[in-house]
């Protein structure tokens, strides 16, 4: 299971498996394999709102490049 997390933009640079929101929300999306994942991470997370549809493009195109489609 896959999903995007965000990170500050100068923690992680800008790949094709990565995506840089600017809007909403300035973050590097990295789309993660949640399965060797533990739980602690997600919950002391801290929600930041939602995303726009250009920038949920942008999400998308990063996750459909680490799943190989």
């Known amino acids: 299971m896959v ?8 923690v ?5 498996m990565s995506a840089r ?3 909403r929300v300035d973050a ?3 789309t993660l394999d ?5 739980a602690a991470p ?5 929600p930041h709102g939602t ?6 493009e942008v999400v998308s195109d990063a ?6 489609l």
């Open 42 to 46: 997600f919950e002391t997370a801290t």
């Open 21 to 23: 929101l600017t809007s």
């Open 51 to 56: 995303i726009g549809r250009e920038q949920t």
């Open 63 to 68: 996750s459909s490049a680490v799943l190989d």
């Open 12 to 16: 992680h640079p800008d790949t094709a």
């Open 3 to 10: 999903a995007p997390a965000l990170h500050a933009p100068a």
């Open 28 to 30: 590097a999306a990295v």
């Open 34 to 38: 949640l399965l060797p994942q533990s």
